[in-house]
């Protein structure tokens, strides 16, 4: 009697709401029944109890109540055999997990990042259910499907490792079934966990198998990001580019989107590649550099520039909404902004005069689009801070607009502006690494002003904020140098009583 009023205690606590009083009564009815083997109750057949507390758990489930959902299925062996409760565990966690990493995007960064956190945690747990579960049914024809469940929860909950371990057991127990999608998902795992080589085998292996397969515009598109992140611009780019010359892909899929977003990103880095060759390192000057040796790296740089931009102006247009779009307005404007130094240095070996002035209205107008872009991508992430707090990459490319937008006035020459521009940004990173490069381009500005002693001013301003940027702080991640090397060019620059030349 009393295990019998027990479940129906469960059952109208479920009904009344009141859920934690709900799941520890149906963890004392499933705790005091025993093992299904000695279960004798002349009130309530085994299979009644089964079902019930099946339908409880169900309950739950469609309710959206996760957690107690869970907590309930913890409990359902050994009166439900171990092998179902563990599979129905699983599935809850996996619906749980998924459902929350949806629900993350509708919430503000921390809340999302805690959000994204606690459903992978789910997710891991699911994969280990599965795993699990492919054990006590290795005879079983599920078992390699519990293997794939497995992986795939691993994957989404980011265990690379785990993830690949399940797959390589799927693998060897269906090597020619979803074969396709198996190469595809270890070029993921492995791209994941960094080992860019051996993604790309699985990756080369799926599009020359399987050309006609619907995986193979994913694993282009991979293959692309991993040929990019290895240097190899050239291949990347023809991986990226067969998924946007192929009828067969619309414009409305997400593999032929990423891919024109991740094709201008790379030509971007093309360009940025040429400008090194060329003898421009980050944040470099190309007024001092040597003609004959620099101009047909920069000839190159802004082709690719130019090339990138066709590309991503195009994305922006077609895609508005997509999640790479506001990186890809900063990128736009910045390689507006690079794609000047090509002709300003034509300037140092042009001697006729009306081909000079064509090639200062051509710096002047790509700068001063650049300009009206930076201020653009400024104004509308701030309007956004002010409705609500801004996400970490919404932040990081409002940072990278508001230097950008000094970069520009200081590339226009209108120095005075630019120093205002930059103050604006010491202002807002006054504690943080970045503050360091504005101040050394306020200094250059004052340089390039005949203004050496305001120059070695902000010199030493900049040593003082240095010495206040906390222990810990990761220079190296927003700026050109580590703290030692900041602390070293500083003191050379400043000098015993120089002018910070």
Known sequence: ESLA????????LQELGRNTEAVEAYRRVLNDAGVPDAFRNPWL?????????????TRYKLAGDYAHAA?????LAPIHPRDRALELSAELLETWGRKQLAGAAEHFDSEAAALREEARRHLRSAGAAFEQLAQLRYTSREYPQYLWRASENFQSGQDYRAARTALNAYMLEEPIKRNSESQLRRG????????????LRPLQSCLELYPKHPTVYEARLLQGIVLAELGRFEEARKSLEANLTDDALTPQSRERRDSLFALGDLLFRVGTQY???GGIAAGGDPSRLDPQLSLPSLEKSEAAYEQGLLQLEEAVLRYPEAPQTLEALYTIAESRRRSARYPRLRLQTVAIETTRRTLRREIDERLGVALGEYEQLQRRLQ?????????????????????????TLFDLERYDDAINAYLAV?????????????????ASCYRRSDRPAEAR??????RVVLSRIHEEADFTKTTRFTRDEWLSMLDSMIGPGGEGA
């Open 71 to 75: 907590q309930l299925a913890e409990v």
């Open 188 to 199: 993921q795992i492995e791209l994941a966990i960094g080992n860019l080589e051996a993604a």
């Open 383 to 407: 309007q956004k801070q002010e409705q609500q707090p801004l996400s970490e990459i919404e932040r990081t490319v409002l940072r990278n607009a508001r230097f950008g937008y000094a970069h």
């Open 275 to 277: 400008e090194a060759e």
């Open 457 to 462: 001013g902000f010199l030493l301003r900049a």
């Open 45 to 57: 057949r085994l299979e009644e109890l089964q079902r019930r507390t099946y339908e409880a758990l």
């Open 426 to 442: 010491t202002n807002h990173y006054h504690q943080e690494p970045e503050a360091l490069e504005a101040f050394m381009q306020i």
């Open 5 to 12: 009023g027990g479940l129906e205690e469960a059952e109208l």
